[in-house]
């Protein structure tokens, strides 16, 4: 059994215990991850922070040239990445699985070489000169999920090394071995202690957001971890940056061709098997072409593959873990019970020993039915019947949630009009969820604090200095 170890300061650490990793597939134990400790914490603080003295004053071309180097070493080992990352969280490999994922995390490494840190001179004129630099903040605690693990390290980790921050992260204890592994390939291309990584579950990322050696946390996750970081954060004054739970709204106007738009509608909300922030999970139809659109979104779900990741072919894999798995039974237990119409799937099978849920359609639900108001995070979409513009706008945005929403009609214009009404961090139009390095992403509302990519998402790893004279 492959065991996985700490990367500290530059070293391999291993640690008194180690925690299985199972493939949700089957059930079978993937590796061992090495479980830090409190003490193990410390250290990889002790050593991002010795990092952080030479490290923070590279040139600026130094920097540009490691986010190059990190991109470099990703793509060179990027089967192997995308093996463990399907292993672990049970995405296929193929279409918009594993190699996706660590394609994703290549562009985004190589996208923060070219990020600008030019100072802004403010004043300069016989009165004076102001000229505001954007410091590094110091060490970077990431605190990542297991949806999307190589990614979302990545998200985290490109802007620290790119604006000379150094910096610890924390994977889920479900998806911890793809973390692991890349961090040690960063590792070996950066100077020692630049990127730390330790492991474990709450009591560790807890740790880390009191921790006063950490200067910020960006996290991804749930609104209700966000929340519990945000009050340990509290007593250092830490930067953050917070990513939380979606439940986004897709928005179908009656000028829409049902069979054209059905397999958009589909991967917005099926991407990663639902376990994805920004995936579409409430879809409003309007009642001109309800039947339609139900109709065409079945008959494409019905070509979806359900399997192992490992297998070619599969289209979606398991659930990544039991807990999720019981929340998408519960909610769709409680919408059949609510009246809903079961379209397609509906019915836990647990074939094979994995954690395998059929792809899911419910009609006839509405704002009120647990399903509709809760983050499902799984293969499960409510399609909600509307007739009136202002009404759905009102309902889509009766959410404490804010991340995305999407408008769908062949009227550019009008459907951009509607997007901007939507309380939400990005409104897509016929698309849903697609992001970009260069364009910032975030969520308003309790979807979170601040935003990540493109010159706003690097700024948030940056204190501003004004030198004045
Ligand atoms: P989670 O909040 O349970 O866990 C996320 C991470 O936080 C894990 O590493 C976990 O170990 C750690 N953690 C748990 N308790 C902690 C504590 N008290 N202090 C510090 N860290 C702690 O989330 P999850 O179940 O892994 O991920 C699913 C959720 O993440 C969904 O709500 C989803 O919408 C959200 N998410 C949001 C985005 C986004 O960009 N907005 C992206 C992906 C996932």
């Known amino acids: 059994m492959t065991k996985f170890d700490l990367i500290l300061g530059g070293k ?8 299985d990793v199972l493939n949700p597939a089957t059930n079978e134990v993937v590796g061992q991850a090495a479980v830090a400790t409190p ?11 010795a990092a952080f003295a030479t490290y923070s004053r590279l040139d600026d071309a130094a920097l540009r040239d490691n986010c190059n ?10 089967e192997e990445l995308a093996k463990l990352v399907t292993l672990e969280q049970g995405k296929p490999l193929d279409g918009l699985g ?4 660590v394609g994703g995390a290549v562009a985004w490494a190589r996208h923060a070489s ?4 030019e100072p802004e001179v403010v004043q300069d004129d016989n009165e004076g000169r102001v000229v505001v630099y954007q410091k590094p ?11 999307w693990p190589l990614l979302t390290a990545i998200w985290h980790l490109m802007p620290a090394i790119r604006s000379g921050n150094t910096a610890i992260i924390k994977p889920s204890p479900y998806t911890p071995l793809s973390t692991l592994r890349l961090i040690e390939l960063i590792d070996s291309v950066l100077p020692d202690g630049v990127v730390n990584c330790v492991t474990g579950g709450g009591e560790i990322g807890g740790a880390m957001s009191r921790h006063e050696g950490i200067a910020k946390i960006v996290f991804t996750g749930s609104s209700a971890t966000g929340s519990k970081i945000m009050s340990g954060a509290s007593e250092t004054i830490k930067r953050l940056t917070l990513e939380l739970g979606g439940n986004d709204a897709g928005i179908v106007l009656p000028d829409c061709d049902a069979k054209q738009i059905a397999e958009g509608l589909f991967w917005g909300a099926f991407i990663n098997n639902g376990q994805t922030c920004a995936a579409l999970k409430r879809l409003y139809v309007h009642d001109a072409i309800y039947d339609d659109v139900c109709r065409e979104l079945t008959a494409f779900a019905k070509g979806i593959v359900v399997g192992n990741g490992m297998d070619a072919g599969t289209h979606l894999g398991p659930i990544q873990n039991r807990m999720q798995y019981d929340k998408v039974v519960e909610l769709v237990e409680d ?3 609510q009246g809903g119409r079961v379209l397609l799937g509906g019915d836990a099978d647990g074939a094979g020993g994995g954690l395998f849920y059929p792809v899911t359609l419910i009609a006839d639900v509405a704002n009120g039915v647990r399903l509709v108001d809760e983050e499902q995070f799984g293969p499960v979409l409510p399609i909600i019947r509307f007739s009136d513009i202002d009404e759905v706008i009102a309902d889509a945005n009766d959410n404490p949630n804010g991340l995305g929403g999407s408008v769908w009609t062949g009227d550019l214009e009008y459907g951009r009009s509607l997007a901007r009404r939507l309380e939400c961090g990005t409104a897509w139009i016929n698309n849903h969820g697609p992001v970009r390095p260069d364009v910032p992403f975030g ?9 990540e990519f493109g010159k706003w998402g690097l700024s948030e790893y940056t204190d501003l200095q004004v030198i004045n004279g």
């Open 114 to 117: 070219s990020l600008s840190l």
């Open 335 to 337: 919408a059949k019970a």
């Open 98 to 101: 594993s190699r996706f994922e």
């Open 137 to 147: 903040v110091g060490v970077i605690g990431s605190i990542t999920p297991w949806n």
């Open 443 to 451: 969520g308003v509302k309790r979807s979170g604090l601040g935003v």
């Open 12 to 19: 391999k650490v291993g640690a008194e215990q180690y925690a």
């Open 69 to 78: 180097k990190v991109a470099d070493v990703i793509e060179a080992h990027a």
């Open 39 to 49: 003490e193990h914490l410390d250290q990889a603080v002790q050593a991002a922070n």
